[in-house]
RNA sequence: GGCGAGGUCGCCAAGUGGUAAGGCCAUGGUUUGCAAAACCAUUAUCGCGGGUUCGAUUCCCGCCCUCGCCUCCA
């Protein structure tokens, strides 16, 4: 599989560094509130890339951290007049549920942040022993950035404007004390408004850096070098690149072989943010009768390197081309008899794909999910399932079904699958209606046909009988 | 100011040095008592101006516009 690194600027065969397991890395979410769309994307996309690695023959390690600790989830704790723990703890659940949903494969670690503290630690002891880190008068550490020479590496930023703090602006709100704008803190000394939530260290009660959670993490589960980072395009600077600093000048290896970032989600042209009111979680799209699968499509159907302009018009041309996915496998199965088997979830490790190897080919070329996605459409189309022969179908429909599994996409529920509850009123309408078609009785039938309309329902025929449905 | 991404059919979105996937929508057709559904078909010369080339949407230069990041936001 072929994939673009960040560090390199272009794109890199990845390859486990142990010749057996993929090992990688991805920075998961803090958890002081719902997940939104954008914060999925990123999970979405990372998702895919481990289901394609995985079915292109490569077993996996994939560790995500729970962020549990930082100034949100302290701030936003005490509002809540909730302990830390049981705060972050009932927004890593909620995480979760919406991970399930969208059809996420578990992680195989998902360490946390306040379980790590002594790791942590650790890792700090190291920098300080090195010359990498100070301590400040208010017991807070710092990371001496002109101590690391690549210091800028990822992001490829002025090393100068680097050292003179690239804004300025945000220097002023610095309440803690540093030596150089740059440097940045592993370890913050306790504060007044920190209330419980202080650690004993070697410098003093604090509690940990952001930057330095991820690195103790990787460090602890995946050792000083490892396969692969990823994460949101945002974090490349500072985090990512701070990231190295750390675990590079401790332990003299290099950190990660290869650096996965994907681009933000854009809402109706511009960013997303509370302000403008364009934030939406998974629960705001189920509330307005969307689904988790539909929104996995629209995550994955623009490239991870480019901003995603999500609408809520692509949640439904989402909704129809799901559905129109789902038909076309229903056809297959029909053709090839019988009820097909339920889609193993399990992951296998490799698959060789007869039908649909096109679009399995563009995943494994820097995982190009939308033109894959395009793929199978060109392929569905050219099948035609009623003049195959079963068995060919089947083998269709199996490998339909791998390429999904690929991109974790579900087959939608196809009408008749669906239970709707259809009122006595209505039920007796449409048969009296049915009874009329079957009379010739064309007039009185779509009379009955339209006040059904008008009562919200619609009904489409086929040879044998209607069935009824909500309008939509 | 620095770094980066992007401007491709009404909307979304791939791709390529030799005249542009796919989805949604729209239109026409087959089918249907009429619809719905399904199926088939049709719709773009790729922001603007130069340059390189036999040939550029794809490479180079300039310009315009949009968007992101620039110290704790995926």
């Not at 962020?67 to 909620?94: C, H, M, N, P």
């Not at 008068?137 to 002109?146: A, E, M, N, Q």
């Not at 053709?335 to 494994?364: C, M, T, V, W």
Request: a negative charge; hydrophobic letters at 35%; proline letters at 3%.
């Amino acid at each position: 599989m072929k994939l673009y690194d960040t560090m390199a600027r272009e794109m890199r065969e990845l390859t486990a560094e142990d010749g057996e397991n993929f090992r990688f890395y991805c920075c998961g979410p803090t958890v002081y509130g719902p997940a939104h769309i954008g914060n999925f994307r990123t999970f979405v996309l990372q998702d895919v890339f481990r289901r394609v690695l995985q079915l292109s023959g490569q077993s996996t390690q994939h560790v995500r951290n729970i962020t549990d600790v930082d100034d949100k989830t302290i701030r936003d704790s005490q509002a809540a007049g909730k302990s830390l723990g049981e705060f972050t703890e009932a927004w890593t659940a909620k995480f979760r549920v919406d991970c399930d949903a969208l059809n996420l494969l578990a992680p195989h670690d998902e360490p946390s942040a306040v379980e790590h503290i002594p790791q942590q630690i650790a890792l700090i002891e190291q920098l300080m022993a090195k010359g990498h880190a100070y301590k400040s008068d208010d017991g807070s550490v710092y990371f001496k950035v002109t101590s690391f020479d690549q210091y800028g590496c990822l992001s490829h930023l002025d090393q100068r404007e680097l050292r003179d703090g690239a804004g300025g602006a945000a220097v002023a709100d610095d309440e803690y004390e540093k030596d150089a704008v740059a440097d940045f803190a592993l370890w913050k000394g306790r504060k007044q408004e920190d209330g419980d939530n202080f650690w004993l260290s070697p410098w003093g009660e604090g509690r940990p850096g952001w930057h330095l959670e991820c690195s103790a993490m990787c460090k602890e589960y995946l050792g000083d070098t490892f396969d692969l980072h990823s994460g949101g395009v945002d974090l490349v600077f500072p985090h990512h690149e701070n990231e190295i600093a750390q675990s590079e000048a401790a332990s003299g290896e290099t950190f990660a072989r290869h650096w996965f970032h994907i681009t933000h989600l854009m809402v109706d042209g511009g960013k997303m943010s509370k302000s403008l009111g364009n934030m939406y979680t998974l629960a705001d799209l189920e509330e307005r009768g969307f689904t988790a699968n539909e929104l996995r499509y629209v995550l994955i159907s623009g490239h991870y390197r480019h901003p995603l302009n999500f609408t809520l018009q692509s949640m439904e041309d989402a909704k129809k081309a799901l559905l129109r996915i789902g038909k076309a496998g229903g056809a297959l199965r029909e053709r090839a008899g019988g009820d097909a088997d339920e889609p193993d979830q399990q992951i296998p490790r490799g698959h060789d794909f007869i039908y649909f190897k096109a679009a399995f080919e563009s995943l494994l070329q820097d995982l190009n999910s939308p033109e894959a996605l395009g793929r199978i459409f060109s392929e569905l189309r050219e099948l035609k399932a009623d003049k195959m022969s079963a068995e060919d179908a089947q083998a269709a429909l199996n490998d339909l079904e791998y390429i999904l599994l690929a991109l974790g996409l579900s087959l939608p529920e196809v009408e008749e699958d669906k239970q709707v509850e259809v009122p006595e009123d209505i039920r007796d309408l449409a048969e009296k209606r049915w009874q009329a078609k079957q009379a010739k009785a064309w007039a009185q039938s779509d009379a009955l046909r339209d006040e059904l309309l008008g009562k919200g329902w619609e009904i489409k025929d086929d040879k044998e009988g209607y069935q009824l449905c909500p309008r939509s």
